[in-house]
C-alpha cells in the first residue's frame, strides 16, 4: 500500500457516518450515499475480527511449534547422551547420533599471554 492511511480510520468514519445523520441521511455525493459508507465501515470490521483471530490462532500454533521443538531438542540430547554412555565418545555409534568423536575433536590452542 503506497499512502498511508489514518490508524483511526474506522474511528473517523463512524464520527463521518454520525455527522451525516445529522445532517441529512438522503444526502448524497454523487454516487457516494451513507450506505456505501456504513458498508465499507462494516467491512472493515469484519476484516479486522477475521484478522485478530487468524493472530490469535498464529499463536497458538506458534505456542506448539516452540513446545514441540523443545521437546524434541530434549530427546535428541538424551539419545546423544545415551549413545554417548553406552559406547563411548570416540565411538561410531557417537559420530552416527550426530557427536563429534573424541578423536575428531581439536585439541585446545594455549596462546602465550603477553609480558607486562
Do not use: C
Not at 56 to 79: F, G, I, P, Y
Request: glycine share 8%.
Amino acid at each position: 500500500m503506497s499512502k498511508k492511511l489514518p490508524t483511526d480510520l474506522v474511528e473517523q468514519a463512524i464520527s463521518i457516518q454520525d455527522a451525516w445523520v445529522r445532517i441529512d441521511e438522503g444526502l448524497t455525493f454523487g454516487s457516494l450515499n451513507m450506505g456505501a459508507l456504513v458498508m465499507d465501515i462494516n467491512g472493515l470490521r469484519n476484516v479486522e475480527l477475521s484478522l485478530v483471530g487468524l493472530e490469535n490462532h498464529m499463536t497458538e500454533l506458534r505456542n506448539q511449534r516452540d513446545a514441540l521443538q523443545e521437546s524434541t531438542w530434549d530427546k535428541v540430547k538424551r539419545v546423544r547422551a545415551g549413545v554417548k554412555a553406552n559406547f563411548g565418545d570416540d565411538s561410531p555409534q557417537y559420530e552416527l547420533v550426530g557427536g563429534t568423536r573424541l578423536s575428531d575433536r581439536k585439541t585446545a590452542r594455549r596462546t602465550a599471554t603477553p609480558v607486562q
